[in-house]
Structure formats: C-alpha cells, structure tokens
C-alpha cells in the first residue's frame, strides 16, 4: 500500500484548494490507477460474452493484413 502524506493548499478563508505529493507518491499512484482500469476493462470482457482471441494470434492476423498490403 501507498503511504500518502499530502501537503495541502489553502485559499485565503482556509477552504483546501489543491494537493502537494511527492513526485515518487503521484508516479505510484497513477501506475496503480492504471492497473486498475486494466482489470476494469478485463472485468466488462468477460461480462461481454463476445468472441476473443488470444493476443498472439491477434498480433498474427494483423502481420498478415500488413504484409498481404504490400
């Protein structure tokens, strides 16, 4: 887990405006919101029920598509 100690910005009546992370922190959590919305749109493809194909004969069809251009 993440140790997140934020520093804050304040406006003139003490309302807080805006957030103070270190870069290390922000980098972190953006890597784990990334990998969040993975497992998001893994989650809504397996709900689909569509039609798949594993990854390697994707790239393979697409090779294929390139090169019958040529």
């Known amino acids: 887990m993440i140790s997140v100690e934020p520093q804050f910005i304040t ?3 003490g309302k ?4 103070v992370l270190p870069i290390k922190v922000f980098e972190a959590i953006m890597e784990e919101l990334e990998e969040l ?4 749109f893994y989650d809504e493809a397996k709900k ?10 994707a790239f ?3 090779e294929a598509k390139r090169k019958a251009k040529r």
């Open 60 to 62: 393979e069809m697409i």
């Open 48 to 57: 689909s029920n569509e039609l798949s194909i594993p990854i390697d004969d």
């Open 11 to 13: 406006d003139k009546t």
């Open 16 to 19: 807080k405006i805006s957030v």
């Open 37 to 40: 919305e993975d497992i998001r």
